[in-house]
């Protein structure tokens, strides 16, 4: 990958813990071209050793900003002058607030208002540190400057705590910096389901699936990476909510179908990821249901299909369904892809020891009407990496060719 050969990589890195997984960073960002050189804080040379990143990055790494050696010929300007671009992460809330305040007494904030190269935030923090209004000011006085501010995510954190401030994963941040001319889905609304649907049977039981989300939401952010703005409707999951343009939170096929079809005369594409019920009982029960009797019998019918109804709209958007199946994928798959009228349909088989529900690894075939592609065994980010450029390349095809 190539896309930026030769271009220049200033990081910057901050002294918070998440600074090992800008170990990670630099392979990914040469990976995609980038000609990486990195700055560490004090702080962070006491968590890394500046020779790790050397190793990775070929390049030696500078702490200090009076540094004999390098300060002859005022070598901090020309590194400044050398950066395409300038990335900090882990940025830290004391990071960010010398950099909101103009202060330059090291190295890394002295570059940054050194530099003209676009400036590149990826914050890591306490969850209480990140919610402060302090932070939040100097988040907002950096964006008015310019900075481009990437996360940060929410999750478990190194202390314990769970909530916003996990840096974003060194993939995402790759991916991230993506110029706009690759960015094939620029602008285009984007209507993302996703996770499971329960339908409830009393108040304590409900009909569900194994359906955890990590693919719908790990798709939703590798689209918003291509520039779309998504809008997520997700059936209930515990994991983290992927950062994007809206969110609407629902529990039953019927409260997904009706979010579907209120948002998506405003979408260019819909992407159909979610697990959602076929069936729903007909009747629910008021008060817990009593194991009396030896055997139950459920009456249920059948929800509405919500990717036929979008297929079947007199202007359809770009319409990418899901199958997950346990055998005859690509008869299944082909049939649901000819009988809904869909663009495109992504299956996977399901019920194996790898890949499919409640697993961080994926495999699929993605079919269209005259062709398909194998996407063989990856990570879920991975995969939806992949899954994105694809849909993203077929939504263009489509536009370009004449109606």
């Known amino acids: 990958m190539d896309q930026h050969q030769n271009s220049r990589l200033l990081l910057g890195i901050g002294g ?8 990670d960073l630099v392979r990914r960002l040469k990976e995609r071209g ?3 050189r990195v700055v560490m804080t004090q702080a962070a040379t006491t968590l890394v050793t500046p020779l790790t990143f050397q190793a990775v990055s070929g390049h030696p790494v500078r702490t200090t900003l009076l540094d004999p050696s390098a300060e002859a010929g005022m070598n901090h300007i020309e590194l400044a002058r050398w950066a395409d671009w300038l990335l900090i992460a882990p940025a830290t809330a004391d990071l960010m607030a010398r950099l909101a305040a103009g202060i330059a007494d090291d190295l890394l904030t002295t570059l940054a208002l050194a530099t003209q190269a676009p400036l590149y935030l990826a914050p890591a923090m306490n969850q209480y540190m990140w919610r402060h209004p302090a932070t ?3 988040l907002q006085i950096l964006r008015e400057r310019g900075a481009r501010i990437l996360g940060p995510a929410e999750g478990e ?3 314990g705590d769970v909530g916003p401030g996990r840096m974003l994963e060194p993939l995402e941040i790759a991916e991230a910096l993506r110029p706009q001319a690759e960015r094939l889905l620029m602008g285009a609304r984007v209507l993302l389901t996703a996770g499971p649907t329960r339908e409830p049977l009393d108040p304590v039981r409900y009909l569900g699936n194994r ?7 790990a798709l939703a952010s590798a689209l918003v990476n291509l520039g779309a703005q998504v809008v997520l409707v997700t059936g209930p999951t515990v994991s983290p909510l992927p950062r994007v343009s809206k969110v609407i939170q629902v529990e039953t096929a019927l409260e997904m179908h009706r979010a579907v079809m209120n948002e998506v005369g405003e979408c260019a594409i819909f992407v159909a990821t979610a697990a959602v019920a076929d069936y729903r009982p007909m009747e629910i029960a008021t008060h817990k249901i009593k194991k009396d009797a030896a055997e139950l019998t459920l009456h249920l019918i059948r929800n509405p299909d919500i990717l036929a109804d979008v297929a079947a709209l007199k202007a359809p958007p770009f319409t990418v369904g899901f199958a997950a199946e346990t055998e005859n994928l690509e008869q299944h798959a082909r049939a649901k892809l000819t009988a809904k009228k869909l663009n495109m349909i992504a299956a996977n088989q399901v019920g194996g020891e790898r890949g499919g529900f409640e697993h961080d690894e994926n495999a699929l075939t993605v079919f269209w009407r ?3 592609c194998g996407l063989p065994m990856m990570s879920k980010t991975q995969l939806a990496r992949e899954l994105a450029d694809l849909i993203a390349e077929h939504y263009r095809g489509h536009h370009a060719t004449p109606a």
């Open 370 to 372: 005259d062709g398909q």
């Open 136 to 138: 939040q000011e100097n």
């Open 34 to 36: 980038f000609d990486v």
């Open 16 to 23: 918070g813990i998440s600074a090992y997984k800008s170990v």
């Open 211 to 217: 359906s955890s989300g990590r693919m719908g939401y």
């Open 157 to 159: 954190q190194a202390c």
